[in-house]
């Protein structure tokens, strides 16, 4: 098949990879729906991919990946600077020159006998402000029917990139899936991905992680934007007003639930409603009114499929009935569907588990789907997808909300003094690891703003970036940083508040403050509600109001203990560390003598 564009610096990047890979054939991705028919029945004939029933599930297939190549990696992922200090302390960093020349030795002829498919593809709606256009090289049909999903592809993609240089490159090699040689690797400031020997989706669909975050964040860095891990939601009032709040958490703290809650029956009846615009990730500009605008620069859904039910995010679920590519999940041969832990009580007794081979979920006493099994869906098959979802302006947002697992620490919802205490907030975020993570339990882990594994360059420039944006926002206009806490628990262990979907009561309070509707009790650490100001109609049996004083505390001892840990962890970004962070941990310091 013949070129799509005749863009100088496209074609010659693809002729120097075609040269050094070797492919047979060279298939452009056109983003045809005929085309895409084309590559699933090829799949399905080649074994890639298995056509799941198509009356309960239409269009919905399943593929495994190898046994040695289920997730991200993360100590095999670099960021390719010119110098260590640029890539910074929390990256694992290689010289570009040595990268390039071990990749290319690794990828050199690992087409040979195979097709090479080109990939447009668009971060963000095609031709919006906000959007960045990416060319990905692959080898596996698999990755094109995913990017075909997560982003915005094909000939309109290369008509409005034209003939301009601003795009990304993106070469992935499956090679052997050689755990020992396989790298994700980053060139900032070549805006070039390269990534060999993996078929994972994490470390395969470039535009993801590895685009959307990691080269997008240096990208806002150095034009004045920001790239952020965070989901971006919308909640309508009974007056049919929207506001639009952007939230980051680390993994297992209920970020896509979140994104895609049900409002509690007592909301729902009076009229409110929650519009997902994002799941994921966030692009986030200046507007022309001197607002903070963003845009989801996704098209789709890369959840994870255990645990998601229609009790935890019937949203998601719905999101997978039609149009979906499952990988590594349970294969059901009674009716040809697929399962998972934590879909329902009923696990199919007639079954491959996610390696192939047969299962029986009644009796088997190891998993059948992968801990990290995943759904890849298009966002507009989700019943609460936001009417600003292709809005090319993005939203306006209100609020920026960070939060973590703290059994004990944090209140359940406290505000930011200001934009540079609310950067402090971020920075330190934090979780309490759960028993699946890491084997021990209670470990604090920092991840500033679910950035940490995500940051394409020094995250103490990344902090310098966010506070030298509020310096440049009305501080009417900004949004007000919060922070959230679901997971306070008694001494025994049990969560103290319900979650789900009475976390609206909490984005409730938040709105309102945004709004200056409500009053809070100024404490060490920042504004925490009044008790009667967080609404319980209904949820009186679940939550007491002396329960719900009681997560509002701001214990100094633990704060104490906490200044240590940040104190700690802030000394590993040494000199670079913005001042205005240390007088931000000297404040709390004082303030919890």
């Known amino acids: 098949m013949s070129s799509l564009t005749t863009n100088k610096t496209v074609l010659k990047w ?117 959007s960045k256009i990416g060319i990905e090289l692959t080898d596996s049909i698999y990755v094109v029917l995913n990017m075909c999903i997560m982003t915005r592809v094909g000939t309109p993609v290369l008509r409005a990139l034209g003939d301009k240089d601003d795009w990304v490159r993106g070469l992935h090699c499956k090679c052997q899936i050689d755990e020992e040689k396989r790298y994700i690797c980053h060139f900032p400031q070549d805006n070039t991905i390269i990534s060999v020997n993996s078929g994972y989706g994490g470390n395969v669909l470039l535009g993801k992680k590895c685009f959307a975050l990691r080269i997008a964040s240096y990208q806002g860095y150095m034009e004045g934007w920001q790239a952020e891990h965070m989901l971006i939601l919308g909640i309508e009032n009974p007056k049919g007003e929207v506001k639009y709040i952007c939230a980051a958490f680390p993994s297992a703290c209920g970020k896509t639930n979140l994104a895609m809650l049900i409002p509690p029956e007592g909301y729902r009846e009076k009229g409110y409603r929650v519009w997902c615009v994002g799941d994921d990730i966030a692009w986030i500009r200046k507007g022309e009114d001197g607002r903070l605008y963003a845009i989801n620069p996704e098209n789709g859904f890369f959840g994870v499929a255990p645990g998601t039910n229609e009790k935890s995010n019937y949203n998601a679920l719905a999101s997978t009935k039609e149009g979906t590519i499952f990988t590594n999940v349970v294969h059901n041969l009674e009716n040809n569907t697929v399962w998972w832990e934590g879909l329902d009580k009923n696990p199919p007794e007639n079954a491959l588990d996610w390696k192939g081979n047969p299962w029986n979920g009644k009796t088997s006493d190891v998993v059948g789907a992968n801990p990290n099994s995943r759904f890849t869906s298009p966002a507009v098959n989700c019943p609460c997808i936001s009417s600003q979802f292709e809005n090319p302006q993005g939203v306006p947002i209100s609020a920026f909300v960070f939060g973590g697992r703290r059994a004990k620490l944090a209140p359940l919802v406290y505000q930011s003094r200001d934009w540079k205490h609310g950067v402090f907030i971020g920075s330190v975020m934090a979780s309490e690891t759960t028993a699946a993570a890491t084997g021990a339990l209670g470990v604090v882990r920092r991840d500033p703003m679910a950035m940490l594994p995500f940051c394409g360059y020094n995250m103490a420039d990344y902090f310098r970036h966010w506070i030298d944006i509020g310096k440049e926002l009305d501080p009417m206009k900004a949004p007000k940083v919060f922070n959230v806490n679901w997971f306070r628990k008694d001494d025994e262990g049990h969560f103290l508040w319900p979650g789900f979907g009475d976390n609206l009561r909490v984005l409730d309070w938040i709105i309102s403050r945004c709004e200056g509707r409500v009053g809070a009790r100024e404490t060490e650490i920042g504004y925490v509600p009044y008790a009667k100001d967080i609404n319980l109609e209904g949820i009186e049996d679940k939550i007491s109001k002396e329960t719900l004083e009681e997560i509002l505390l701001v214990d100094k001892t633990l704060w104490r203990e906490e200044a240590k840990g940040i104190q700690e962890f802030y000394a590993k970004f040494g000199e670079k560390l913005p001042e205005e962070l240390k007088q931000e941990l000297d404040i709390l310091k004082e303030n919890i003598k």
Not at 19 to 43: C, H, M, N, T
Not at 84 to 97: H, V
């Open 14 to 130: 693809l002729d120097e990879m075609f040269e050094l890979v070797k492919p047979d054939k060279i298939v452009w991705i056109d983003g045809s729906k005929e085309q895409i028919e084309e590559f699933r029945e090829e799949a399905c004939s080649t074994g890639e991919m298995f056509r799941l029933n198509q009356e309960l599930l239409p269009d919905c297939y399943l593929h495994r990946t190898a046994v040695n190549d289920v997730a991200r990696v993360e100590h095999r992922t670099f960021i390719c600077a010119p110098t260590k200090e640029q890539a910074g302390p929390s990256n694992n960093w290689m010289a570009p020159d040595e990268a390039y020349r071990m990749l290319y030795d690794i990828a050199r002829d690992g087409y040979k006998g195979r097709t090479a498919y080109v990939i447009p593809y668009s971060m963000g709606p095609v031709g919006s402000p906000f």
